[in-house]
């Protein structure tokens, strides 16, 4: 079963932004194996990149810009919070949510306590992780690889 994974990353290597602070996110799709899609603006703006399915398109991804962003929307923060009064408060939440509510999963650096009850009505999980992205997605895949089939996740 093929399903999406979006992911909050700066560079198109680790997983290194809160939830807050992403302006793009990067879409892979997994099938018997992963592979970057497309990447998602949260201005709903979204560029696909050549299916290649090589993960080292992810490092061509153009910088992205919180600062531009916090600019937009006046919150004068140094990053956006968890509580809601960052960049796009509440309705930034909801707007990000729906941006990416084909996923299965999103993982970023931390994801505040609105977004985790947004993604729980969608039956959508949330990953709080600060790693590699091709690491993270190696483990949700095998994951969910093991809840999906009925197996066991002991050793």
């Known amino acids: 079963m093929a399903y999406k ?8 290597i680790n997983v290194d932004l809160k939830f807050g602070e992403v302006e793009n996110f990067l879409i892979y799709e997994v099938t018997d194996h992963f592979k ?8 709903r703006e979204t560029t696909e990149l050549n299916n290649s399915g090589n993960t080292s398109n992810a490092a061509e991804i153009s910088e992205f810009s919180l600062e531009k962003n916090c600019e937009k929307s006046n919150c004068k923060s140094s990053g956006c919070s968890g509580n809601g009064g960052g ?10 949510v729906s941006l990416i509510e084909d996923c299965r999963c999103v993982v970023c650096k931390k994801i505040g306590f609105q977004a985790q009850k ?10 709080d992780v ?4 091709e690491e993270a997605l ?5 994951y969910y690889e093991k809840i999906d ?5 002991r050793l």
């Not at 994974?5 to 198109?12: K, T």
């Not at 970057?36 to 201005?43: A, D, M, N």
């Not at 089939?149 to 996740?153: A, F, I, R």
Request: aromatic share 6%; hydrophobic share 35%.
């Open 5 to 12: 994974i979006a992911v909050g990353s700066s560079d198109g």
């Open 138 to 142: 190696e483990k949700i895949t095998y």
């Open 130 to 133: 600060e790693v590699p992205i």
């Open 149 to 153: 089939n009925h197996k066991t996740l």
């Open 118 to 127: 947004q993604f729980e009505k969608k039956a959508i999980s949330v990953f």
């Open 36 to 43: 970057l899609i497309e990447q998602r603006s949260v201005s």
């Open 87 to 96: 960049c796009g408060g509440a309705e930034g939440v909801l707007e990000k």
